[in-house]
Structure formats: C-alpha cells, structure tokens
C-alpha cells in the first residue's frame, strides 16, 4: 500500500490515503475552508482550530484521512469496537483495529473493507465492485 500524503500544520499534521478514499466527502462538507479539492495543497490544517480539525477527520468513513497532534497525540479508537454493513455488504468497522493486508498488518481505528471481494485494495473498498453501489 502507498503511503499517504503528509499535510502539516502548526498544531495537527492531517495524512491522506488516496487509495483509500470512498469519497463520502465528509471532510469537505464539514470543513470547506480546510478540505477544499479546487485549491493545492487541498487540505490546510492551519485554517481552523486544531480540535475541530481532529473532530472532521474522525468523520471519514474508509480512514483515508488520519491526523496527529504535534505533541505527538493521535485519534483515540472507538471503544466498544463497532462494526455494521452497509446495504451493498462493505463492512464499516471502528475502534482498535489491527487489519492485515498483503502479509503486513495495519493498525487502524476507521476502515471500509470491501464486502464483494472485487477491490483493487483488498481488503479496503476501492468502489470498484458492486458493494461499492449504494
């Protein structure tokens, strides 16, 4: 898997995994003035408050944005664990997560697996099969 693009700013680093993105546009709808796809680089931690910063990219169903504050705290997983289908069967699982893929494991704590087999991105949905309809 390809690593995911750094944005850094002074109080939180928010990361993007293309691969990953199901583009349930959660992040640009909750925070046009930092997400914003017509401007490069598209995402500017910098123009909004840390904390609502974290608080948006917790929103991003498929994990593809994840963020780190500059003392070096991180997205605190879900507890309970949750997991729930979609109606299509894509699997979206939240809280302390450890996904392998390729033989290397992943920890994670939000993630969208593929429910028809047919992703590029296994075990990630890449929208490419038919549980990617909705």
């Given at each position: 898997?390809s690593?995911?693009?750094?944005?850094?700013?002074?109080?939180?680093?928010?990361?993007?995994?293309?691969?990953?993105?199901?583009?349930?546009?959660?992040?640009?709808?909750?925070?046009?003035?930092?997400?914003?796809?017509?401007?490069?680089?598209?995402?500017?931690?910098?123009?909004?408050?840390?904390?609502?910063?974290?608080?948006?990219?917790?929103?991003?169903?498929?994990?593809?944005?994840?963020?780190?504050?500059?003392?070096?705290?991180?997205?605190?997983?879900?507890?309970?664990?949750?997991?729930?289908?979609?109606?299509?069967?894509?699997?979206?699982?939240r809280?302390?997560?450890?996904?392998?893929?390729?033989?290397?494991e992943?920890?994670?704590?939000?993630?969208?697996?593929?429910?028809?087999?047919?992703?590029?991105?296994?075990?990630y949905?890449?929208?490419?099969?038919?549980?990617?309809?909705?």
């Amino acid at each position: 898997m390809s690593q995911p693009k750094e944005y850094p700013g002074r109080e939180i680093t928010v990361t993007f995994a293309s691969r990953r993105c199901l583009h349930a546009a959660e992040c640009v709808r909750g925070l046009p003035q930092v997400f914003d796809l017509e401007r490069r680089p598209w995402i500017s931690p910098d123009d909004a408050p840390a904390d609502l910063v974290a608080e948006i990219v917790r929103r991003c169903p498929s994990g593809a944005l994840r963020y780190w504050y500059a003392d070096g705290a991180t997205e605190t997983p879900d507890r309970p664990t949750s997991v729930a289908s979609t109606p299509s069967g894509q699997l979206v699982l939240r809280g302390d997560l450890a996904i392998w893929s390729a033989g290397v494991e992943h920890h994670e704590t939000r993630v969208t697996l593929c429910g028809c087999g047919a992703s590029g991105n296994r075990p990630y949905c890449d929208q490419s099969g038919p549980c990617a309809e909705q």
